[in-house]
Structures are given as structure tokens and as C-alpha cells.
């Protein structure tokens, strides 16, 4: 039984084993294709935003 999953990006189906060296993704095009989207914001893990204690204002 072969595993299998889709590319984040294209949704492409890509069999999970060690032959595949971009896993999850389907290839490196869509793997340079994800980091560039994390890197220029467009994805993000929501969260509360922390502000560094050298911007937090002296009370």
C-alpha cells in the first residue's frame, strides 16, 4: 500500500516515501513557490502580537 497525499500548492498527488525529496510537495518549483508566499506574508499562523519590552511604553 503506497501512502499519498496533495501538494500544497498545485494539489497535485505525491507518494510519501523516501524516493520523493520534496515532500509534501510535488516538486521544488512548488515548494520555492511556498516559502515565497511565507515570506512575503501570505500566509501567516494568527496569534497575539507581542510587542518587544524595549517598544513597550515606561509606566
Known amino acids: ?3 499519498s497525499v496533495n501538494c500544497p500548492v498545485c494539489h ?3 507518494p510519501w ?3 520523493q525529496s520534496h515532500k509534501p510537495f510535488c516538486s521544488d ?3 520555492l513557490i511556498d516559502l515565497g508566499e511565507w515570506a512575503s506574508e501570505a500566509h501567516s ?3 497575539e502580537t507581542v510587542i518587544p519590552p ?3 511604553a515606561p509606566y
Do not use: A, Q
Request: proline residues 6%; hydrophobic residues 20%; charged residues 40%.
Open 1 to 3: 500500500m503506497t501512502i
Open 12 to 14: 497535485k498527488e505525491v
Open 17 to 19: 516515501n523516501n524516493s
Open 29 to 31: 518549483r512548488c515548494k
Open 45 to 47: 499562523i494568527p496569534g
Open 54 to 56: 524595549e517598544e513597550e
